[in-house]
């Protein structure tokens, strides 16, 4: 166990310690005050960022399992966190965040640290986060820890429409055929990515009720899915977006295909528009979904551990959601 001290402070600081249920009006609190100081500090003195949805917490927590970590100091008030995910050979980190008063006092590196060796301890291929592209500090904080610049990742959202059918979605499927379809999902990434796993997220997401698997299929054969959740991301928000977290694709062929189903998930769902969070590396894909009208709306920069590097698909399309 780490314990630190910060000279603006006589309390210490140890951990990590695991991360549960109960902590999330902690975790609400941390995340608020701590973004919130960052937009600040970038010029954005009037935005205040909203506390989470606390099922949207659930399921990071549920998600990161035993990569869930908390930092307290000697009065037992969080002051870090950090959710670390593995995927099979994905590893990530987000959210995470340091209390505005602790920093410079080496906490942060401390939360990065376990977090990467929580990952190389599960042999992680990846490793990775993302970070506002225009925050110089945090661009500097993580390459000072050997995280290295990749590509940006472009959120781009297309408007909820109508379809003559419903979309094909895994939770209108009985219980047996879930247990097929999924195999079929995992079999269906595993051979563009071998060794990413989804397979905990999905069944998550159907247990926790935040959204649903979307279906491709063509002459029988499993040709894309997009994993969605449609539950509001801040507390006591009306819904107003589907955000795909994971999306595979065979080919540029199938993700066409898939993107009108998206779309009128979108409108059963009751939300305006579906968000998807585009690497940057997939060019192709990047275009066709703007020619498909798909709008700009964020940036963000993906950064990976030296030695742990994110490599493109010889075929096929992996849109992986390092974010809640």
Known sequence: MAFI?????????????PLVPEDIPELNRLFSESFTERYRKDGLVGVRVPHLNPKVWMYAIADAARGALAWRDESDRMVAFNLVHSSGAEGWMGPLAVDSD????????????????????????????????????NVGFYSGLGFVPANLTITLTLDASPASRLPVVLGALSPGDRGVVIRRCADLLGSIAPGYDFTREIALTSELELGDTVLLTSDGELRAFALCHTAPLADGRARDELRVLKLVARDEAALDALLPELEAMARRAGTRRVAIRVQGAYSGAYRLLIRRGGRVRWTDLRMTAFGHPETLPAEGIVFSNWEI
Do not use: C
């Open 5 to 17: 001290r910060n000279w603006r402070h006589s309390r210490g600081v140890g951990g990590p310690f």
């Open 102 to 137: 602790y920093q410079g006092a080496g906490l942060g590196k401390a939360v990065v640290t376990a977090g990467l060796d929580w990952l190389k301890a599960r042999q992680t291929r990846v490793i990775g986060l993302e970070t506002m592209p225009r925050t110089v500090e």
